[in-house]
């Protein structure tokens, strides 16, 4: 039989086929039963290849001869395309950064894309020094010259207040301040009175000098001199009261070993003020730093001061002679409280009970 074709046998009572069936041909010649054919005309059914067997045919399968890789598959982390959709692993991997000194950040500079985060890989990739532990973001970034933290700021967490320190005692001039961090020359402490004095500075030992050992605003002390300390025009300009029996030469001598000298009077108004306080004290006669033991009658202060200020007595000075120590000597230093606060010329190796010293030049008032 003709694969296309369909033979069918009809037993009827109708001599004539339906006019249906007009395409139909009869192949018998009885009116009583009749075979007609009918052409189906019915397409052929060709054959799917699927060689791996994954429900794919070939034709749409990107890896025919796997069952495991087809458009239905579920994409895995594993270097191929499972789903066939043209892309590997996507939305799977991961990008991660070496972390060599395994702070837990990584270096942005060495990077590759993995399925699984092996050790030694981070997916951080902010560590500005992956050969260094404590180099990292969320890092105290002090003072030591290094970005710590890795925000291109250096040092910015140990940035304070700082004053500068010349003499390297500790301690910093006031009036030379700034932001930054310490180091040889630049302090955390001010207040030193005199950065170019390392044995000046707060806290230092006081001692009987002519100045402010410890930048407390005081220059020396009776507590720390052997002699009274007074002060004028203020607590930085002291002067020593001194009552020890003395030449006038010795008492010279005994001034300088303080770093004081025999009083000079720059001034009238530092004279009288002077003469006031001797007059506190029950001796007489003071030594101050009057001589004209160079040339007779030329009359100057001992450390070559300008002479703004003189208070002779009635008739001094006379280089005069009488009941002095040594009667032929000539009368070549200056006392007060000869008459009342006024001078007298003596002999300057007589002794009297005392004498006034002063700061060194450099911190007498002016």
């Known amino acids: 039989m003709h694969p296309s074709r369909l033979w069918l046998v009809f037993l009827t009572a109708c001599a004539q086929p339906p006019k249906a069936e007009a395409n139909a041909q009869s192949s018998l010649g009885s009116s009583d039963t009749a ?14 290849s699927d060689r791996d067997g994954d429900g794919t045919p070939d034709a749409e399968d990107c890896a025919p001869e796997d069952p495991n890789v087809h458009p239905r598959a579920e994409e895995t982390c594993n270097d191929r395309d499972d789903n066939c959709d043209g892309a590997i692993d996507e939305g799977l991997r991961s990008t991660v950064y070496a972390d060599t000194d395994n702070d837990g950040y990584g270096d942005p500079t060495h990077e590759r894309t993995v399925c699984t985060v092996e050790a030694g890989w981070v997916r951080d990739n902010t560590d500005c020094d992956d050969t260094r ?30 004053w500068f320190d010349a003499d390297g005692d500790g301690w910093g001039d006031e009036a030379l301040s700034g932001t930054g961090c310490p180091d040889g020359l630049w302090v955390t402490q001010a207040g030193d009175c005199d950065d170019a004095n390392g044995d000046i500075h ?27 300390v007074e002060y004028w025009p203020d607590t930085l300009h002291p002067y020593l009261f001194c009552t020890a029996e003395t030449d006038w030469q010795d008492a010279v001598d005994a001034c300088d070993a303080l770093g004081y000298a025999l009083v000079t009077f720059d001034s009238a108004a530092e004279g009288t003020w002077v003469e006031t306080v001797i007059f506190t004290y029950p001796d007489n006669y003071w030594w101050i730093g009057f001589t004209d033991a160079a040339s007779e009658g030329s009359w100057g202060w001992q450390d070559g001061s300008p002479v703004t200020y003189e208070n002779w007595a009635s008739s001094e000075p006379n280089n005069g002679h009488g009941h002095e120590c040594v009667a032929d000597s000539e009368e070549d230093c200056a006392m007060l409280k000869w ?21 060194a030049s450099q911190y007498r008032p002016q």
């Open 339 to 359: 008459s009342g606060a006024a001078w007298n010329d003596y002999p300057c190796g007589c002794d009297w009970p005392s004498s006034v010293c002063e700061g």
């Open 35 to 48: 075979v007609w054919a009918l052409d189906t005309a019915a397409a052929p059914i060709e054959s799917v």
């Open 133 to 162: 532990a404590e180099i990292h973001p969320g890092q105290l970034d002090d003072c030591d010259g290094i970005d710590n933290d890795c925000d291109t700021v250096i040092d910015e967490a140990g940035t304070v207040d700082v």
């Open 202 to 228: 707060p806290g230092a030992t006081e001692v009987c000098n002519t100045v402010d050992d410890d930048c407390d605003g005081v220059a020396d002390s009776s507590a720390v001199c052997p002699c009274d």
